[in-house]
């Protein structure tokens, strides 16, 4: 069976009417489209151009604090020797140290070590690889000692040697609290971040305008390096330090946003 197919038809001037609209709304949608793209792309070139720029500042402080570090080494034909004369010796340094009043809490062993010591290593003879003769034991021993008080560091010191250590690891010094330092070395150099922005946007005819960016860097604390007269441990008076002063340092980047004078 066949079906049938019904078509309706409209007059001539409907269907180029119902055309027109079609190809008007199509017209509006394009143009709406191109006005927004123009928005974005103006918008982006009225953007200020932009200066970058990085700065830091140091500000110094005195310590409030300082770690000693006291070793003794020894060295013996077999192991346990060389770990018991270490061991000796610095249990007379440990009470050396309560003599004097440090507090327990501030002496804690930082490193504890045994090894071999090895020969002068023979030429080989027709290739023949030779093992390594070892001739002796290499023991020690460090302790780090916290001193509250600067003017002490040199009693420390000496108290140590007298009681046979033989080896000064070196002096350490700290702020335990830095905030304020903190706080001023980033103020600082934020401030030195404008001044070179203003000195190069004049260079340019330009001034500033806004802040675009900041980026804070982080914080370094360079302690100083002590100075320690050498001495005899036979000496009377104490070994003199001077501490020096800790150096606390900022880093910022700031992006600013610049414009015609």
């Known amino acids: 069976m066949r079906q049938l197919g019904v078509f309706v038809t409209e007059p001539m001037g409907t269907m180029l009417e119902n055309t027109t ?55 013996a034909p077999d192991a346990a020797s060389a770990q018991n004369q270490v061991n000796e010796t610095m249990q007379r340094v440990l009470d050396g140290m309560r003599r ?23 030429y080989p003879q027709r290739g023949e690889p030779q093992q390594p003769k070892i001739v002796g034991y290499r023991a020690s021993n460090v302790v780090s000692v916290e001193v509250a008080e600067l003017a002490r560091i040199g009693e420390v010191i000496d108290a140590g040697i007298e009681a046979g250590a033989n080896q000064l690891q070196g002096i350490s010094f700290g702020v335990r609290n830095d905030a304020g330092a903190r706080a001023e070395a980033m103020r600082l150099a ?13 260079a340019l005819g ?15 604390v360079r302690p100083p390096m002590p100075y320690a ?10 070994t003199p330090v001077q501490p020096g002063q ?13 414009a015609r004078d």
């Open 229 to 238: 007269e050498q001495r005899l441990a036979a000496d009377i008076a104490a």
């Open 21 to 75: 609209r079609i190809v008007a709304a199509a017209t509006a949608l394009w143009l709406g489209w191109a006005a927004c793209a123009a928005g974005q792309v103006s918008g982006v070139v009225r953007e200020p151009p932009v200066i970058r720029v990085s700065a830091s500042a140091d500000v110094s402080i005195q310590p409030d604090h300082a770690v000693v570090r006291l070793g003794v080494l020894a060295e």
């Open 246 to 258: 800790v150096d606390v340092t900022a880093n910022v980047t700031v992006a600013y946003e610049i």
């Open 100 to 122: 004097i009043g440090m507090p327990e809490q501030t002496l804690k062993t930082e490193d504890l070590s045994l090894y071999p010591v090895y020969g002068n290593q023979p």
């Open 206 to 220: 330009m001034r500033i305008v806004g802040v675009r960016e900041v980026v804070a860097g982080e914080y370094g």
């Open 190 to 202: 934020v401030e030195e971040a404008r001044i070179q922005a203003d000195a190069i946007a004049d």
